[in-house]
């Protein structure tokens, strides 16, 4: 089973990353740019044999390592929601 | 007294806390293995400054998990002291056994000069020696050091006098300037009830002798000396 896990600042904390490369496109004459935050991507193929199973593991390793409850949000996606999207587009 | 200082992969301020504990305080001390679960010999355990486990994911996240931080949690319970600067301050607080967590400076710039604390909390076997109010002068180095933790934690931190050391001026006004990295309150160094367990972003082995620039460092490793009391305890004032 493959999932995917979305890390991102929580709202209200401050994005430097973010707002350095808002700053970046700006410069680049992206003028319409009104926010832009930079989070992260994890991808991650594990032995699970169902998406719920898989969604409980991944849980629990952000829960454990892979977000910091004090600054980060995370959303855990399957192999089966990514290719759901992907046919719904 | 007994120290170990700690060394991660990609660890570099092991050496220099070896050096000063052992050639300029004269204390028995030895290097632990980031994989060692075996702490108990020791009285104080020293997590260095660096890039452990090249700091993949977040600083100190993956170091924050390993065999020997695990162990601290025993260590710590059984009254052991635990000094964690720069990259030991991110681990302590990765690891939960310091509140908050230290993120990217809001100048985005990594510092590395000269920084004035001003000490807020002298009821510590770390800053015992230290007067109320009293402004050290120690090296910062970190693209990381931008302390931050929910307005609860901060409250907590400030009723329960947990924060230890603030970014100053050289005459120990608190301002925004003085702050280089964009910490909450100006926090540089904070520490756990108890009073065992001490972060700070500076680097006091950098500061502890004249020929380094600086003593105020070993101004406040001093105090642990005479800290350890018979039954195994540590002095707080």
């Known amino acids: 089973m493959r999932a995917r896990v979305l890390v991102r600042l929580k709202p209200g904390i401050m994005d430097v990353q973010g707002a350095a490369v808002k700053r970046a496109l700006a410069g680049l004459g992206f003028s319409e740019l009104n926010d832009l935050r930079v989070g992260k991507v994890i991808d991650i193929d594990l032995n699970e044999p169902t998406p719920e199973a898989a969604r409980a593991r991944v849980g629990e390793m952000c829960r454990q390592l892979l977000a910091n409850p004090i600054l980060e949000d995370y959303t855990i996606e399957t192999v089966d929601d990514l290719a759901q999207r992907g046919a719904a587009r | ?40 010999e020791l009285d104080c355990v020293i997590l260095p400054g660096g890039f452990s486990y090249g700091d993949y ?7 924050g998990r390993s065999p020997v931080v695990e162990a601290l949690g025993d260590f710590v319970a059984g009254g052991g002291l635990v000094l964690g600067s720069c990259n030991g301050f991110q681990i302590l607080c990765e690891a939960g056994l310091l509140p908050g967590v230290l993120t990217r400076n809001e100048c985005l710039q990594y510092r590395c000069q000269s920084s004035h604390l001003v000490v807020e909390n002298v009821d510590t076997p770390f800053t015992r020696g230290l007067r109320p ?105």
């Not at chain 2, 007294?1 to 660890?11: L, N, S």
């Open chain 2, 1 to 40: 007294m007994r120290f170990g200082v700690v060394v991660f992969p990609g660890t570099w301020s092991d050496c220099d806390f070896h050096y000063v504990v052992s050639e300029v305080l004269h204390q028995p001390v030895r290097y632990v293995w980031h994989r060692e679960r075996e702490l108990r």
């Open chain 2, 57 to 63: 994911l977040r600083a100190g996240a993956v170091a």
């Open chain 2, 133 to 237: 109010g009293q402004v050290l002068t120690m090296p910062i180095s970190h693209g990381e050091g931008k302390y931050y933790t929910d307005p609860a934690t901060l409250a907590r931190l400030k009723q329960q006098n947990l924060i230890v050391f603030r970014y100053a001026e050289a005459d120990g006004r608190i301002t925004k300037k003085s702050n280089p990295n964009g910490s909450l309150d100006n926090i540089a160094g904070v520490v756990n009830p108890e009073g065992t367990v001490l972060g700070m972003m500076p680097h006091p082995e950098r500061a502890s002798e004249a020929a380094m620039g600086g003593t105020d460092g070993l101004l406040m490793l001093q105090s642990l000396l005479g800290s350890l009391v018979e039954d195994g305890s540590f002095l707080k004032r």
